[in-house]
């Protein structure tokens, strides 16, 4: 069977204060599948986003919405509001892709209600996490609830 291919969504113009709890969801989800947007988590990455001169944003965010196509599922860190990651969130929506929404409590933020509210208890979850809980909760969401969707 081929990997399943995860869309992680992490905010990079938004600010890239929290690209280390990006790298570690990164790193767990690829014990699940393929994440096609490793590159959120690049250090290398700062606010100006990827080198748009080179690549464009055009080619961004086609490029961006094409994986979010081949995805079979969305998983977004959501604590820091970013424009990009509520774009894709709606576009996956309208998709009907599944999605898993972390947010975390401590960011001392309240969540869009957009974000929140979009909960339906089976394909779009949405979930207060503190970082330490990153582990178990992706292993609970892809081996029990997930595979039940
Ligand atoms: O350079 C980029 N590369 C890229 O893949 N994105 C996508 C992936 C992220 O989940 C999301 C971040 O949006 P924003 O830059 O508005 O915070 O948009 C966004 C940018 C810059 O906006």
């Known amino acids: 069977m081929a990997a399943l291919r995860v869309y992680f969504c992490g905010s990079i113009r938004g ?4 690209r ?6 990164i790193h767990e989800l690829g014990k699940f599948g393929t994440v096609l947007t490793e590159h959120i ?9 990827e080198d748009a001169a080179e690549l464009g944003d055009r080619f961004i965010h086609d490029r ?14 959501v604590s820091q509001p970013s424009l990009g990651v509520g774009y894709e969130l709606g576009r996956a929506v309208a998709m009907n892709k ?5 947010f975390r409590p401590s960011s001392g933020r309240v969540l869009s209600a957009m ?3 979009a909960e339906n208890g089976s394909s779009i979850r949405v979930r207060d996490y503190d970082p ?9 969401y892809f081996t029990v609830t997930f595979p039940a969707l």
């Open 15 to 18: 600010g890239r204060e929290d």
């Open 20 to 25: 280390a709890v990006y790298e570690r969801i």
């Open 41 to 49: 988590a690049s250090p290398t990455l700062t606010d100006s986003g």
């Open 64 to 77: 961006d919405v094409q994986w979010l196509e081949a995805a079979d599922v969305v998983v977004a860190e």
């Open 98 to 102: 599944k999605m898993l929404c972390l």
């Open 115 to 117: 974000i929140r509210g």
């Open 132 to 140: 330490g809980e990153i582990e178990q909760l992706l292993l609970q």
